[in-house]
C-alpha cells in the first residue's frame, strides 16, 4: 500500500524571497513541489523557476557519480570512477601542492547556487576545512558587497524595513530592481499599499515586467543613480519638508552633506540621468510630502562602478525626509543584517594568517605566477558562465598546473574543465538552515527524498576529504544537526524560541523582532548611534562613461532573465524554450543609425571580447543604453560564450564589487 508524505522544506537559491516549501513523496520519490500556504511571505506561490525543480532534480543530464577527466580540460570528457578513488586523487594532489607550495595554494571557489548555513554560503561551508589546510580565504563578493559596504557606511549595517511593512508605504520606489522577475513575492505587499491608494514608481535603465505594472516607470541612464537620489533630497529641501527633528536627534554630518545636495538640483540631475528634470521635480515633491514613502532597491543597483555609494546615498533619502519614524517608510536592501547567526568556521584551525583571493578577480588570481593558485575547488558556483571576463577566466582554467575539482548536480561549462567532478545533492536530499535576504523569516529544509546515485552533500563530501586527508579535529565531522544547533545557539533576543526541533516542526519562524518594526526610529547601530551622512565630495560617482564619438558608445545592462536564476536552470529544456533565442534590446535610434533591423542577427563587442545575438528594436531601452539578460551557459550559446565575455573584472567604489551593468559595447552587422 503506497504512502504520502508531505515534507517541508525551503527554497536554497540566491533569491531575497527564500520560499517555504512542501514536497510531497510517495514511495519513497518526491511528486509534488508546492509553496508552503501557511508561511506569510511565501502564501503558497513559487516562482515560474522553481516550479520546475523537481522535474530538474530528476533531468537526465544530472550529475551522480564521480568522475576523472579523460580529455582535454575544455573537452567535458570524463570517466566514471569511484569514490574512493576520487579521494585518493584528491588526497595526494593536496597534500603533494600543500607540501610544495603551502595551503595558501588552494583557493575554496565557493559561490551563491545555495544560500544554506549549513550547506552554502551563509555558513561558508567547508570554511573549517580549508582553515585546517591552511588554503586561501576566498571573498564572496559578487552579489552584494558595493551595496553593504555603502550601506553600512550611512546606517551601520545593510539591514533595513521590513519588506512586509511595504503593505503600509503610501509612495513606493522600485529603484533598480525587477521585482516581478527577482523576488515577486514582495508585490503582494505593494499591491497591498495600491490598494490603499499607493502611488508606484519604477526607476530603471529597462522598461521591464514590473515597470509596465508601475504608476510611473524614470528611464534613468545606468549608473547615476546616486545623483538622481541627491536630487530628489534638494527638492525636499526646496519644498522645506526635510525632517530636521529627525535630523538633529539622528544624524551626524548634515551641514556637509546639505551642501552636497546643492549641488545636484533637478537641472544638473537630468543631464547626468537622462531623465526630463520636470519629472525629477514631481517625484522629488512626491517625496517631500509622501508619508511613510518606501524604497526597495536591490542587488542590480549596485553593480557598477559607483553601486556602493548609490546606495550609501539612497539610504540617506529617509533621513532627510524622517521616513524612519514610520512602518512602512526607508530603504530595504538586504535583511541579511538582521539575521543574527554567525557561523563557527574555527579562524583558530588556521596554521597561520592567510591571503585573500577575491571571487570577481578570478581571472587576475589564476593568472598570477608569483603566488600561484595550484588547486582551484569550486563548490555552488560556475564560475566560467557567470563571471566576468570570460575569455581570461577560460584561460586560467586551461592551466594544465592547475588542479580543479568541481562539487556540481549538472554538466556546466565550469565542470569541463576540472580535473575531479564530484556529485552534488539537491535541496530536496540534504539537511539545511536558511534565511531570507527579503524578509523576517528563518527556514528550516528537512530531506526529502534519498539522494540519488552516489550524490553526497557539501557538508558529508568535506568530512569524507578531511578523513582522508587524515586531519582529526573534532569539528571537521560535526553532523548536520550539531551544525545547526550551533548556529542558532548565539543566545541572541531574536533566536529566542527559535530551535532547531521547533524548525523541523514547523519548517519556518519569524525571528523575534517587534510587529511593526522600525529598525532605526529611535537610533542608528554605528559607533555614535546616529546616521552617518556622506562628507562633502563623497556624493556621485559617475558611471565607466559611454560617449557617442567613443569606440564603444553604447552602455551594456545586464539583466536576470524571468527563467533562469544566474546559470540555475541554464540547461532545464523548458525554461530555456520559454526564454528564447538571447537577444539584444536597442533603441530604434541606435539601431537606425548603425543599418540594423528588428531580428538580424549581429555581433556586440568590445575590448573584452565579442558575442552573436539577435537584435530587438525596442521602446524597453533608451537611446545609448543596450540590454541583454545574463544566465545563459556559454556551451549552449552561440559561439561558446555568454554576456560575461563582454564584462570587466573590475572593481566597483566599495568592497571590490562587481560592474555587470557598468560596461560598454558597440553593435555590427554579422561579417
Not at 439 to 462: D, I, K, Q, R
Amino acid at each position: 500500500m503506497s504512502r504520502e508524505l508531505n515534507v517541508l522544506g525551503a527554497c536554497p537559491l540566491d533569491c531575497p524571497d527564500t520560499c517555504s516549501w512542501v514536497v510531497t513523496v510517495k514511495d519513497g520519490e518526491a511528486v509534488r513541489l508546492r509553496g508552503n500556504h501557511d508561511q506569510p511571505y511565501t502564501r503558497g506561490a513559487l516562482c515560474v523557476k522553481v516550479n520546475r525543480y523537481l522535474e530538474h532534480t530528476k533531468a537526465p543530464d544530472r550529475i551522480l557519480y564521480p568522475m576523472r577527466r579523460v580529455g582535454p580540460k575544455g573537452s567535458g570528457r570524463f570517466e566514471r570512477i569511484t569514490w574512493d578513488e576520487a579521494l585518493d586523487e584528491i588526497a595526494r594532489r593536496l597534500t603533494a601542492i600543500i607540501g610544495e607550495h603551502g595551503g595558501e595554494a588552494i583557493w575554496p571557489y565557493q559561490g551563491t547556487g545555495t544560500l544554506g548555513y549549513i550547506q552554502g554560503e551563509s555558513g561558508q561551508a567547508g570554511r573549517r576545512l580549508w582553515n585546517a589546510l591552511g588554503a586561501s580565504y576566498h571573498d564572496l563578493n559578487i552579489c552584494a558587497r558595493a551595496g553593504n559596504r555603502g550601506l553600512t557606511l550611512t546606517n551601520g549595517t545593510p539591514g533595513g524595513m521590513d519588506p512586509e511593512a511595504f503593505a503600509h508605504s503610501r509612495l513606493v520606489l522600485l529603484w533598480g530592481t525587477n521585482t516581478l522577475t527577482s523576488g515577486h513575492h514582495l508585490w503582494k505587499f505593494i499591491q497591498q499599499a495600491r490598494a490603499a491608494g499607493a502611488h508606484v514608481v519604477t526607476i530603471d535603465p529597462i522598461r521591464t515586467r514590473t515597470a509596465d505594472q508601475a504608476d510611473e516607470h524614470l528611464a534613468i541612464r545606468p549608473g547615476t543613480d546616486a545623483a538622481l537620489a541627491l536630487s530628489l533630497m534638494h527638492v525636499v529641501l526646496d519644498e522645506g519638508a526635510e525632517d530636521r527633528e529627525f535630523l538633529e536627534s539622528h544624524t551626524d554630518g548634515w551641514p556637509d552633506f546639505e551642501r552636497e545636495i546643492r549641488k545636484y538640483p533637478p537641472s544638473v540631475a537630468a543631464e547626468i540621468t537622462g531623465i526630463p528634470e520636470k519629472d525629477i521635480r514631481a517625484l522629488g515633491a512626491r517625496l517631500a510630502h509622501t508619508r511613510p514613502t518606501g524604497i526597495r532597491a536591490t542587488m542590480g543597483i549596485q553593480r557598477h562602478q559607483g553601486g556602493g555609494t548609490a546606495m550609501r546615498t539612497i539610504a540617506c533619502i529617509p533621513a532627510v525626509t524622517g521616513d524612519w519614524r514610520h512602518q512602512g517608510g526607508g530603504v530595504a536592501y538586504s535583511t541579511s543584517g538582521h539575521v543574527p547567526i554567525q557561523a563557527d568556521v574555527r579562524p583558530d584551525l588556521l596554521p597561520h594568517p592567510v591571503r585573500t583571493l577575491t571571487m570577481t578577480r578570478l581571472a587576475e588570481g589564476l593568472a598570477d605566477t608569483a603566488r600561484p593558485v595550484k588547486c582551484l575547488w569550486v563548490y555552488a558556483a560556475n564560475p566560467m558562465g557567470s563571471t566576468s571576463d570570460q575569455n581570461r577566466v577560460r584561460a586560467g582554467l586551461m592551466r594544465e598546473d592547475l588542479f580543479t575539482v568541481v562539487m556540481e548536480q549538472f554538466p556546466t561549462d565550469t565542470v569541463d574543465y576540472a580535473d575531479i567532478v564530484l556529485p552534488a545533492t539537491m535541496q530536496t536530499e540534504h539537511a539545511d538552515l536558511h534565511a531570507g535576504y527579503g524578509h523576517m523569516y528563518l527556514m528550516w529544509n528537512e530531506p526529502a527524498v534519498a539522494p540519488p546515485g552516489e550524490c553526497l552533500s557539501t557538508t558529508e563530501t568535506f568530512r569524507r576529504v578531511a578523513r582522508r586527508l587524515g586531519l582529526t579535529d573534532p569539528s571537521l565531522y560535526d553532523s548536520d544537526l550539531e551544525i545547526a544547533e550551533q548556529l542558532l545557539s548565539g543566545g541572541h533576543p531574536a533566536l529566542e524560541g527559535i530551535t532547531v526541533e521547533r524548525l523541523r516542526e514547523e519548517g519556518w519562524a519569524r525571528m523575534n523582532y517587534p510587529d511593526p518594526f522600525l529598525p532605526f526610529a529611535d537610533g542608528f547601530p554605528t559607533a555614535s548611534g546616529r546616521l552617518s551622512f556622506p562628507a562633502e565630495g563623497e556624493g556621485y560617482v559617475p558611471p565607466f562613461s559611454a560617449t557617442p564619438d567613443g569606440p564603444y558608445p553604447l552602455a551594456l545592462v545586464t539583466p536576470a532573465a524571468h527563467t533562469f536564476l544566474n546559470t540555475v536552470f541554464g540547461n532545464n529544456p523548458e525554461l530555456a524554450r520559454r526564454a528564447g533565442t538571447p537577444q539584444i534590446l536597442v533603441s530604434e535610434k541606435d539601431a537606425a543609425e548603425r543599418g540594423l533591423g528588428d531580428g538580424q542577427r549581429v555581433r556586440v563587442f568590445n575590448g573584452n571580447g565579442e558575442m552573436t545575438l539577435e537584435l530587438r528594436v525596442s521602446d524597453r531601452v533608451a537611446q545609448g543604453v543596450v540590454a541583454t539578460t545574463k544566465g545563459n551557459w556559454p556551451k549552449l550559446s552561440p559561439g561558446g560564450v555568454n554576456v560575461n565575455v563582454l564584462v570587466d573584472e573590475r572593481d566597483a567604489d566599495m568592497g571590490r564589487g562587481a560592474v555587470y551593468h557598468d560596461n560598454l559595447v558597440e553593435i555590427a552587422p554579422l561579417p
